[in-house]
């Protein structure tokens, strides 16, 4: 199987190399080696190689910054994936691409299924929107994944914001009022490949299981670090940012369940692991 991996140094990018399945022939260009808003350069690259799968892990994810380039994510984050797909379309290759649960807006009292109404509040959830509806209308074999509160091994994330501060013993201020569940993207990432492996088609959702805020999740990487009470549970109200959060962004994953062999770990377990290795590495 030869796979064509976008974005291959991202937080998921680095977990799906992490994971590479045995049968997989990765080609990863680099952003320096394949701009992957260059449609020509794209589709040129995709004929010459001529993959079964195109993986795309790339995308504009600082969603503060997008408010105030809108323009710019809406390139990587919505002309990118119909490339994609018309390239892939072109020589029969299936893609895999990444969305978010910010497509959805945050009013809801139960987990989000695949077929829920999306209503998304912020220029990133919007141009992500656009990306998933872009690569459906391509006409290429397509499974596009949501996923939600994603942290690994490189990159910036929340849990490790989180942990360099308490490392530093500082206090966080982290809101308390926003409902969703974290994913270690090295269990993502073995999910993406069974679902290459299952050839799967259309939405489905992942995440760890259960559910949380992210005064949750600090208090959980605080209390590891050694420094619990350093963090302050406020309202979205009182820590205003520029890109409006869902309330609620839990995503029900009973299809990825019926699609993977092993039960997903909770949201606990997963970060308790991402945790250990911190610290390990932080001892060495
Ligand atoms: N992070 C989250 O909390 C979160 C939550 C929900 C969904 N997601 C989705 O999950 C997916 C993976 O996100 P992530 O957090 O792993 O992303 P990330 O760490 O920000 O990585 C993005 C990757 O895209 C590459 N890239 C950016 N612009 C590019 C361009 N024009 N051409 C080629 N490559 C380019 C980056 O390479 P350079 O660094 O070299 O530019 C990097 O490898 C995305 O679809 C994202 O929307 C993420």
Not at 66 to 87: F, I, Q, T, V
Not at 143 to 156: C, E
Not at 164 to 189: F, Y
Not at 218 to 230: D, H, I, N, Q
Request: charged fraction near 25%.
């Amino acid at each position: 199987m030869r796979v064509f991996l976008l974005g291959g140094s991202g937080i998921l990018g680095t977990a799906m190399r992490a994971t590479l399945p045995a049968d997989a022939t990765l080609l990863a260009p680099g952003h320096a080696a394949l701009d992957v808003t260059d449609a020509a350069a794209v589709d040129l690259l995709v004929s010459e190689r001529r993959p079964d799968w195109i993986i795309n892990c790339t995308a504009y994810t600082a969603v503060d910054a997008a408010e105030s380039h809108e323009a710019d994510a809406m390139r990587l984050n919505a002309d990118a994936p119909a490339s994609l797909g018309a390239a892939a379309r072109r020589v029969g290759a299936r893609v895999l691409h990444v969305s978010t649960d910010y497509v959805f807006g945050g009013e809801g009292t139960r987990p989000w299924r695949e077929d829920d109404p999306v209503a998304p509040l912020s220029v990133y959830g919007r141009t992500k929107l656009a990306g998933e509806r872009n690569l459906q209308a391509s006409g290429a074999e397509a499974v596009i994944v949501r996923t939600a509160w994603l942290y690994g091994a490189v990159g910036k994330s929340f849990p490790r914001t989180m942990w360099e501060r308490a490392q530093q013993g500082l206090a966080s201020r982290v809101v308390a009022d926003q409902h969703g569940a974290p994913t270690n993207a090295r269990d993502l990432a073995t999910w993406c490949w069974a679902l290459v492996a299952r050839e799967a088609r259309g939405v489905v959702h992942a995440s760890n299981a259960g559910q949380c805020t992210w005064a949750d999740v600090a208090e959980r990487v605080y209390a590891a670090a050694g420094k619990p009470g350093l963090v302050t549970r406020v309202s979205s109200d009182e820590y205003p940012v520029p890109a409006p959060r869902p309330r609620y962004s839990v995503l029900d994953c009973a299809r990825l369940e019926s699609l993977i062999e092993t039960p997903r770990r909770s949201w606990e377990a997963a970060l308790d692991e991402f945790l250990s290795d911190l610290k390990q590495r932080s001892a060495a």
